[in-house]
């Protein structure tokens, strides 16, 4: 079996996607910091609700920078579908960055008494 090189051009576009996808978690973390008094009641994952109870919101930081650390390690490797899981984690921090500006302009209209 070959392995492929990839050409410059297609490493350059690797490496922007993944910045674009580090950006993104940023955002979404900074948008769970900003509201982390009222994360139980709108955050849908179980995972990081619960990470969010145990430690607090730097648990839930935590957790999303190791699971997308750990995403773009295995993009990194040579196996079979590395290549794959650098375009579902673009696409899914695509539509995270379309929708947060949305999420953060309806959480700073609500007022908690």
């Known amino acids: 079996m070959t392995e492929r090189i990839a050409s410059p051009r297609s490493r350059w576009l690797r490496q922007g996607c993944w ?26 994952n179980p995972v990081c609700c619960w990470a969010f109870r145990v430690g607090g919101i730097w648990a839930v930081a935590v957790l999303r920078v190791s ?38 302009a309806e959480a700073a209209a609500v007022t908690f008494d």
Do not use: K, Q
Not at 28 to 38: E, K, N, P, T, V
Not at 81 to 102: D, E, K, M, Q, R
């Open 19 to 44: 910045l674009f996808i580090f950006a993104v978690a940023l955002g979404d973390i900074a948008f769970a910091y900003g509201f982390r008094h009222s994360l139980l009641l709108w955050e849908a």
């Open 67 to 104: 699971v997308t650390g750990y995403a773009w390690l295995m993009a990194c490797t040579r196996t079979r579908w590395s290549n794959l899981i650098t375009w579902v984690w673009l696409t899914a921090h695509l539509a995270l960055a379309a929708y947060l500006p949305a999420c953060v």
